[in-house]
């Protein structure tokens, strides 16, 4: 079964406004989770790393003021999306590897589309 | 700077043939493998990794060949089956339980009944 819960699966909204993801580990606790995107027929780039307790690490050229990560407990982290523009409409995934030796476990997905 | 790249963007196997998925890589400090298997709207799933200091792993019709030399892996799926129709992504990690994923660009697979 899944281990990684992602909320919402999609999400419109308008240009300006901002969006709140939130990313769950299951049944266990994750210090450490990976925000990906994927932008139609692309790769999956990773955007962050969300570091609970403690600032997230933000890849070169993801603006850390637009994308706020929030990993406010070891079961949730949050990305945000301020003042949406159309360009930002992609696919977010978070993941997190449930234990030391294990792959990342990726959640379904939101699909964020803003108008 | 692409670091882990598949050439072919897609591939159609006979239901029942072997379908082979090829991935290669520039970055020498990788040491871990993966595959992913994703459908449209849905995350990854994890199908099967391989250690850079083995040259093959298997798990039941999932096979990954490694060939650290060339800098190269491939993913062998046999018998290939309809619900095998995806697009899989090879991925590579310098820390298997820890790190980040750096991933290629995907190959969409099609199985033709």
């Known amino acids: 079964g899944a281990v990684v819960s992602q909320h919402p699966s999609w999400v419109i909204c308008k240009s300006g406004t901002s969006v709140k993801i939130e990313c769950r580990s299951l049944?266990?606790?994750?210090?450490?989770m990976f925000w990906y995107r994927q932008f139609p027929k692309q790769s999956l780039m990773l955007m962050a790393t969300?570091?609970?307790?403690?600032?997230?690490?933000?890849e070169q050229g993801v603006e850390k003021d637009k994308f706020l990560i929030n990993h406010a407990s070891l079961t949730l982290s949050t990305l945000t999306v301020t003042s949406a523009h159309p360009e930002d409409s992609s696919f977010y995934i978070c993941?997190?590897?449930?234990?030391?030796?294990?792959?990342?476990?990726f959640g379904n997905g939101t699909r964020l589309t803003v108008t | 700077d692409q670091q882990v790249k598949q050439n072919s963007p897609s591939l159609s196997v006979q239901e029942g043939r072997i379908s082979i998925l090829n991935c290669d890589y520039t970055?020498?400090?990788?040491?871990?493998f993966l595959w992913y298997k994703k459908y449209p709207a849905e995350g990854p799933t994890f199908l099967i990794s391989?250690?850079?200091?083995?040259d093959k792993n298997e798990d039941g019709r999932f096979t990954v060949f490694l060939n650290k030399s060339a800098k190269h892996l491939s993913l062998h799926i046999v018998p290939s089956q309809p619900g095998d129709s995806a697009v899989y992504f090879c991925?590579?990690?310098?820390?298997?339980?820890?790190?980040?994923?750096?991933f290629g660009t995907g190959t969409r697979l099609t199985i033709i009944p």
């Open positions: 049944d266990f606790q994750a210090t450490t």
């Open positions: 991925a590579a990690t310098t820390d298997f339980g820890n790190e980040k994923l750096t």
């Open positions: 391989i250690s850079s200091i083995k």
């Open positions: 993941s997190a590897h449930r234990g030391t030796q294990s792959p990342l476990h």
């Open positions: 969300s570091n609970e307790g403690s600032k997230a690490t933000y």
């Open positions: 970055n020498s400090m990788f040491d871990y």
